[in-house]
Each structure stands twice: as C-alpha cells, then as structure tokens.
C-alpha cells in the first residue's frame, strides 16, 4: 500500500556565486529560468553574458547574485566590480558593481525567472547588506521591462537613483506576408529600393543566403572591416577581445539554430552580411556591413530587405534594429524602443553627492551653456 506524502516547496534563498567558474556552472539552471520568465531575450542568456566576460573582463571581479529555490533560479544579477575616478563619478572615488554589459551587449537586463518578484526582492536586500559598493550601475534596460522593479525598491529604500536614455532602437513588427511590409514604406524609399535592386541585378546573379560556420562568419569580418570601420580601426577583426566576443555568440547561436548569418552575394562574391539571432519569435539585428564600392547600389539596405523578407516567411512577430537610431533604419520602421541606465547610489553622503552633481547639477548646467551658445 502506497502513502501519498505532500511535499513542502523549498524555501527561497539568496546566495552570492563568486568568480567566473562558479558563475559558468549556472548556465543550465540560468537558461532554464530565462525561458520560464517574463524578459526572454538573447543578451540574457548565459551565454551572451559569458562571452561578455571572457572577453571584455577576464580579470575583473564578478559577483552572481542568485535567489532561487532548491535547483531553480528565481533571479539573478551578475556584477562586475570597477574602481574609478573620472568625469562619470564628478572625479570622486567610487567603486561600481555593474552588470556585464557594454555597447556589443547591444541591450542589458536582468536574469528573471518564475517567481522572479520576491527573487528580485530577497537580492535587493542582500545588496543592501553587502559593502564594498558605491553604486550600482545597469546599463541600457529596455523601456517597460519588469527589471525595472529594482528601481522601485531601491528609492523605496532611500537610495537616490539616476537615469540616463542611451538608446532608441527602431524594432518592426512583422506582418505575414513581406508584400505589406513594402506597402507601408514611405514611397520614395520603396522606389528608390526596387530600382537599386533592378541595377544592382543587371552587374550579374544576385543570391541572399543564410548559412553558418567559422568561413561565413571570417566573410562576414572582412565585410564588416572593408568600410570606414576598418579605416577608423574600430572594425571587430581589429580587436581580438571583439572577435571573440562576436565568434563566441555566434557559435553558441549555431548550436540552437538560432543564427542567421545571411550574406548576399554578387556573382558569388560576398558584397554585405549581417550577424542576427532569431529568439523568441524575433529577429536580433546584431551587425551589419557592406561593400561600400557599391554603395549607389545600397547593398546593405538590399541585405535588410531579404532579412526582413525572411523573417516574414519564417512567422516571426518583430524585426528588432537594434542599436543607436540612425536614418538608415528608419527607412523601414519609426516605431522605437527607448534604453535607459540605471545608476543606483548608496546613501552615503559621497553617494548623495555624486548623485546630485551628475544627475541634477551638470545636466542643468550643460543646458545652459548650450543655451548661451
């Protein structure tokens, strides 16, 4: 005879995972939790940030913050600790933890599972009790996302935060057929877009292609650095820690089938590429670059064209720009989504300090010297 026993769920707790190893033996649970929660996108994913710290702060100091109950993850927050003393701390010293992100993260957020309101809750209050820190920094959270929640706890808590807009990302929404995407394009665009493909066609067979592999993504290097990025020495084959940071999160993309390195080629030889993710139903623009000798042509608005032109055929629900807004992208969308830092200050006295001169005082002042100028 069998005897039903209930089981007790296991309690909530937090813990701190120190250093890049133990961070690295969370990625299963990580992703799981990822998939569960309510923000589910590729920057997010254990990967992503991983090759974030590889490759941009192998030495740095990293603290997980990590509420979860037994093996599953509630919440989590990474943070990478730096000294400084320079214009963005009014030249006083200050010790940041923030999380991994830079410009190449392309969006920031936090790690929210199930359960991940009382998860973001019990951290926030270990936080409080942690020294060592002066502030804390998230970088570019995208407008409405519930990682927002932290702000609420830390003013509640009488922590002064600053807000800074670091991005407006132009983002598509997707309809079924690519033909309605063309519709509602303003129209000289749209004849300028078709006749460009028409002249483009006519210097011989013009083939898009999604593919994956170390050779397409070394193709899509060169591209990227064949313009005026590579004249500028800001192109990614320039820099090894940008190399890897781009092969590590394409290959782990490949691992999923969620790459789409699409490259278009002229006569077979690669004329643009870009670098995107398919996740959760969306299109990641990540990178994009083209042959500017055919630039009358517009190779790399032809590239987009056939990479929004897939995603229509594939069902997907949003074709997301990413980045800065730039006028290229809004050739096919003005709808944008507004990235924010967060900067949360201890209230200490150097804490309320920095936060008043850097929030209040220099944008007051910069107004003014912009007006009298």
């Not at 992100?101 to 199930?114: E, K, P, T």
């Not at 055919?294 to 074709?319: K, M, T, W, Y």
Request: glycine share 8%; net charge positive; hydrophobic share 40%.
């Amino acid at each position: 005879m069998s005897v039903a026993v209930k089981l007790q769920p296991e309690e909530l707790r937090v813990e701190v995972v120190e250093g890049r190893d133990g961070f690295v033996q969370l990625e299963k649970a990580w992703n799981a939790a990822l998939g569960a929660g309510p923000h589910d996108e590729p920057m997010l994913r254990h990967e992503w940030m991983r090759a974030y710290i590889e490759n941009f702060a192998p030495g740095a100091t990293l603290r997980t913050f990590v509420a979860r109950a037994g093996r599953e993850i509630a919440a989590a927050v990474p943070l990478i600790e730096t000294r400084e003393r320079s214009a963005d701390t009014c030249f006083v010293p200050m010790t940041t933890w923030a999380l991994p992100v830079n410009d190449h993260s392309q969006r920031g957020g936090l790690l929210l599972g199930r359960g991940w309101q009382a998860g973001l809750d019990l951290i926030w209050e270990r936080l409080q009790q942690e020294a060592g820190w002066d502030r804390l920094r998230l970088r570019d959270l995208p407008g409405g996302a519930p990682d927002w929640r932290l702000r609420e706890l830390a003013e509640k808590a009488g922590h002064p935060c600053g807000l800074w807009v670091s991005l407006r990302s132009p983002y598509l929404a997707l309809p079924k057929k690519y033909a309605d995407v063309e519709a509602a394009l303003e129209g000289k665009f749209r004849q300028n877009l078709r006749r460009r493909k028409r002249r483009l066609a006519e210097l011989g067979q013009v083939k898009y292609e999604l593919t994956e592999g170390d050779e397409a993504l070394a193709d899509f290097f060169d591209i990227e650095a064949s313009g005026w990025k590579g004249r500028d020495g800001t192109a990614i084959a320039q820099r090894p820690e940008l190399v890897g940071f781009y092969t590590q999160i394409a290959r782990d993309a490949a691992k999923r089938k969620a790459l789409a390195l699409g490259i278009l080629r002229l006569k077979d030889k690669p004329i643009a590429a870009h670098l995107s993710v398919v996740h959760a139903q969306r299109h990641y623009l990540i990178k994009i670059g083209y042959d500017e000798s055919l630039h009358e042509h517009s190779p790399g608005q032809q590239l987009v064209s056939e990479a929004i032109r897939d995603s229509c055929e594939r069902g997907l629900r949003e074709f997301d720009f990413l980045g800065p807004c730039m006028d290229w992208k809004l050739d096919w969308e003005s709808e944008l989504r507004t990235h924010t830092w967060l900067t949360i200050f201890r209230p200490t006295q150097k804490g309320r300090l920095v936060h008043a001169a850097r929030f209040t005082a220099w944008p007051v002042l910069r107004a003014l010297f912009k007006k009298e100028h």
